[in-house]
């Protein structure tokens, strides 16, 4: 299980890492400001069954060029954390670091629990050591926090869904740490018999 959140987190980094050939060069947490979060589902081939994970991540801080962003895989309904949250300290100054140049770019517009996103969508082209030559496609809205990732497929060369991340909700405030489930909380002391 942890396989997975681990793949599905370097699939969301992966995401928050894709930039477009041609956009403005601002970085994509320029607008973070603490409270905002956003919710995902994530599959991923394994090699076993499709399960999928759950990441749950929001920003803790913003000081001058620095978020502190939080990140936790969570249970499907959200309410409970797995784990505690890492922190990913993203310091503004920096662009995050340019992929290969897009193949494509639409404009498209998804739902989110009702409500329709206006989105962009980046093709990406690159090499993966499991399955070579790989498509991401990548859709992202100014609407959605943290990245704006609404959507993202990645497909192995004969164009087979190999990976994909789903926006499930997210919010402009509220962003807070999941408390664990008892039996998931190391901070809990043990059950006397």
Same mark, same amino acid.
């Given at each position: ?88 300290? @993203?310091?503004? +100054?920096?662009?995050?670091? !340019?992929?290969?140049? =897009?193949?494509?770019?639409? #404009? /498209? ?15 990406? @082209?690159?090499? +993966?050591?499991?399955?070579? !030559?790989?498509?991401? =496609?990548?859709?992202?809205? #100014? /609407? ?50």
């Amino acid at each position: 299980m942890r396989l997975r959140h681990l793949c599905s987190l370097g699939a969301l980094l992966l995401g928050m890492s894709l930039v477009s050939a041609g956009e403005p060069s601002t970085h994509p947490l320029a607008k973070a400001k603490a409270g905002q979060w956003v919710f995902h589902r994530s599959t991923g081939s394994t090699g076993d069954a499709d399960t999928p994970s759950f990441t749950y991540k929001w920003i803790d801080k913003v000081e001058k060029t620095e978020v502190r962003l939080m990140i936790q895989p969570v249970t499907e309904d959200g309410k409970l954390g797995l784990s505690a949250p890492t922190l990913m300290t @993203v310091n503004l +100054d920096k662009p995050p670091d !340019k992929e290969e140049a =897009s193949t494509a770019a639409a #404009d /498209e517009e998804l739902v989110v629990k009702g409500k329709p996103l206006k989105c962009k969508r980046i093709d990406f @082209v690159t090499q +993966d050591t499991r399955h070579g !030559k790989v498509t991401t =496609s990548r859709w992202i809205s #100014d /609407e959605v926090p943290i990245y704006g990732t609404v959507r993202m497929i990645t497909f192995d060369k004969d164009k087979k869904e190999i990976a994909r991340t789903d926006l499930v909700d997210f919010g402009e405030t509220g962003g807070a740490e999941k408390p664990l489930s008892p039996a998931d909380d190391p901070r809990q002391p043990p059950k006397k018999n």
